[in-house]
């Protein structure tokens, strides 16, 4: 039986080339689906071709390429049926005047916000990863070490001298100033003619000794010879012997030096006193000659990177050493006759 299809949606010679088709179909008694099967076409473009809906298949050169394999299988001629489907195709067209926009293609990526944000984020995590691990997390807490416990002693003492007044009112300079005070004198001056206990008296004093005698004289007592002239005790301070403690750190000269072949981190300390001579990072061929006092002790994060040097010697101290090592005893005869680790 024939179906009628509807005018409004095809051609006259469309459709009569698709009911040629069908009814070539039909008396091979080969159903719908069969053939769909055969020529490896959906079902419903087989159905729009024998009812003339041009407007349901895919498009005019895929209806002619289905026109072409319908009748080849049903053994017509297949160039005739696409002359003719062609024609009818062309007057099946959509109207003139309908346009027909493509739909945006919804977006379903990230968005760039999104995108920046997390770039942001891993170029600043890696600059604090890399920060943490260059070692400049380090040397941004070195401190300054402080002074040996002997020089705070000298420096303490120093400050808690007196400087006393020289003779006339005017203060003494150079080491007149490190003289111990003298008990105070008396509120009122000895009467003419009697010499206190222990002073020469005035008339006594030859005038080319009155010098002499002035700067003799304790500190705070009123000389009654003479106008107010200064003591000559710059000789006296000329020919004072300097502070202990320089003069010993000068005469002492550093035997050990601790050279870095790369960088790495060392710490000098006194475990006595628990003082830190020294903490700081060491860059490829920087040195740190460390100070001549006995008892300090060496630690390190990065041995095999560390030289240690002994009375310009390089020693076998470190040689063989790798990773941390903690409270090296800085000895300079024990550094000389050490030998490589074994590997």
């Not at 459709?15 to 039909?26: K, N, T």
Request: glycine share 10%; aromatic share 4%.
């Amino acid at each position: 039986m024939k179906r009628n299809a509807r005018p409004d949606l095809h051609s006259g010679e469309s459709a009569r080339v698709g009911e040629e088709l069908r009814d070539a179909r039909e008396s091979l008694g080969v159903s719908l689906e069969e053939m769909a099967d055969r020529l490896r076409i959906n079902r419903r473009y087989i159905a729009a071709l024998e009812e003339g809906r041009v407007r349901d298949l895919p498009g005019t050169a895929y209806a002619i390429g289905f026109v072409r394999s319908y009748a080849r299988e049903m053994g017509l001629d297949a160039d005739e049926m696409i002359r003719r489907f062609r024609d009818g195709a062309g007057a099946a067209s959509r109207p003139r005047g309908e346009l027909v926009f493509p739909e945006p293609v919804p977006e379903r990526g990230v968005p760039a916000g999104a995108v920046i944000l997390v770039g942001a984020v891993l170029v600043v995590g890696a600059y604090v990863g890399w920060y943490q691990w260059s070692g400049s997390a380090n040397r941004t807490v070195d401190t300054v070490p402080s002074l040996p416990p002997r020089l705070e002693e000298t420096a303490r003492q120093g400050a808690q001298l007196p400087a006393l007044p020289g003779p006339g009112g005017m203060p003494a300079t150079g080491t007149a100033a490190l003289l111990p005070p003298s008990p105070p004198a008396p509120a009122t001056p000895p009467p003419a003619g009697t010499t206190p206990p222990g002073a020469t008296p005035a008339s006594a004093t030859p005038a080319g000794q009155a010098p002499r005698s002035t700067a003799a004289a304790p500190a705070g007592t009123l000389v009654p010879t003479g106008p107010n002239v200064p003591a000559p005790a710059a000789p006296v301070a000329a020919s004072a012997p300097p502070p202990a403690t320089p003069a010993v750190g000068a005469s002492l000269a550093s035997r050990i030096t601790l050279k870095a072949q790369d960088e790495c981190w060392i710490q000098v300390r006194d475990p006595r006193s628990g003082q830190i001579i020294v903490n700081r990072v060491l860059r490829a061929g920087e040195s740190f000659q460390v100070p001549p006092t006995e008892g300090l002790v060496l630690t390190t994060g990065r041995s095999q990177a560390l030289e240690v040097i002994v009375d310009g010697q390089v020693t076998q101290a470190l040689e063989g050493r790798n990773g941390v090592l903690r409270d090296v005893p800085l000895v300079p005869d024990t550094l000389k006759a050490a030998r490589p680790a074994a590997r």
